[in-house]
């Protein structure tokens, strides 16, 4: 049989397409199945960074002021209430003088009325607020003053008063000299009234002469003007001595009188002064800027003596170091429905080389209760408080995390089918484009 003559071997591609179709069909089933029976956690996506609990403190002034002393600069470490500066109290100082000045001296007055208002034998304080200036060598001297002036009016007093008893003692012996008068003419005016009845009965009975009978009656009548005199001088004299007993009384209710007045007048006065001395003491106080929590001093502005500072202008930044580390995270207001508190979250520092770094668990503590505007990019946020859960920072063995560094969070959310995740995409277009007009 010649070569032309042999038979031709065939070559089919039936089995090989059939295990391809096989192959094809599997891996698709596989992949169906796969779909619908894998699970994958979701996760809402959000960049946050470190910082501390209490975040920064940033120390300012309400007033304001020239600096006077700086005790710190950026990096030192401070203590809860250390001095960070000292403000120029120059012209306080000089404000506190005065107004303490006039203060004293209105304490010191008001000591010598009261003495006066209670017509005392010297001055006393009792409850008085000067005691927290008795050993002012100022306030002292003031008080030598008034002393003075007090004991001058009291010996004044005294001494009108006095003068006025012995007008009103002269007053009384020279009622009792007319009384002793008027008694004596009354006397005479009985004895002369009788003689005149006796010489009236012998005039009648014509055994004596008229003129005798006139001369009687004349000195009767004239005894008669000397009672009348007398009584009524010793009216004068007796009103006189009311007159002084009223004056002595005046005398002595005025001088209280312009004590009270002038103790109300005082009283306003003193009341504006304390509020001003109050008000500089507690300016003074605050002179010293002092740190309400321990940390690290940041971007301190001042770095020079006689340096303004505006009041409330932020002067420098305490970062606490004694306060526990937390994420501050944004979470977009499309994603705020999947995210709660308590909820699982995977962190990555993404200043480490994430070769070496592993992921941190964590879970979200705080959440903004409304939503927040970024002002450079007008897009809203919510703000979401991560906290590492304990002994996951561990993992970093000795890496150290600082404030500000850039953190990516991974807030796990339910799980679904890989199916979901690529139909979910379409359901969601179909189901507004079927509700379009």
Known sequence: MSAQERPTKTWTARLPLSIGYLAILGLVGGLGVWSVNAKISGAVVSSGMIQVESNRQVIQHPEGGVVGDIHVKNGDHVDAGDVLLHLDDTLLTSELAIVEGQLFELFARR???????????????????????????????????????????????????????????????????????????????????????????????????????????????????????????????????????????????????????????????????????????????????????????????????????????????????????????????????QVHVGQEVSLRFSAFDQRFTPEIMGQVTRLSADVFTDERTGLSYYQAELLPLSGELEKLEGQE????????????????????????PLVDYFNKAFRED
């Open 111 to 337: 000591a010598r009325l009261v003495a006066e208002r209670d017509d005392a034998e010297s001055l006393s304080f009792g409850d008085d607020p000067t005691k927290g200036f008795r050993e002012n060598a100022q306030f002292t001297e003031l008080l030598k003053g008034q002393e003075r002036l007090f004991h001058a009016r009291k010996d004044a007093l005294e001494q009108e008063t006095a003068q006025l008893e012995e007008q009103i003692l002269q007053a009384s012996n020279q009622i009792q000299g007319a009384q002793s008068q008027l008694s004596a003419f009354k006397e005479q005016e009985v004895l002369v009234a009788e003689e005149l009845s006796d010489i009236q009965a012998l005039f009648d009975k014509g055994l004596t002469q008229a003129n005798r009978l006139i001369a009687q009656r004349r000195e009767h009548s004239r005894l008669k003007g000397e009672i009348g005199s007398f009584q009524s001088n010793i009216a004068l004299l007796k009103g006189e001595i009311a007159g002084l007993e009223i004056q002595k009384l005046r005398l002595q209710t005025q001088t209280r009188e312009e004590a009270i007045t002038s103790l109300r007048e005082i009283g306003h006065q003193e009341l504006e002064l304390s509020e001003r001395r109050l008000a500089l003491l507690e300016t003074l106080a605050r002179l010293e800027i002092r740190t309400p929590v321990s940390g690290v001093i940041y971007d301190s502005q001042i770095f020079a003596v006689q340096s303004v500072i505006s009041p409330a202008q932020p002067i420098m930044f305490v970062i606490p170091q004694d306060q526990p580390l937390v994420v501050s995270s944004r979470i977009e207001s499309i994603h705020i429905d």
């Open 401 to 424: 995390l600082l404030p500000g560094m850039p953190v990516e969070a991974f807030i796990k959310t339910s799980e679904r089918s890989p199916l979901n995740y690529l139909t979910k």
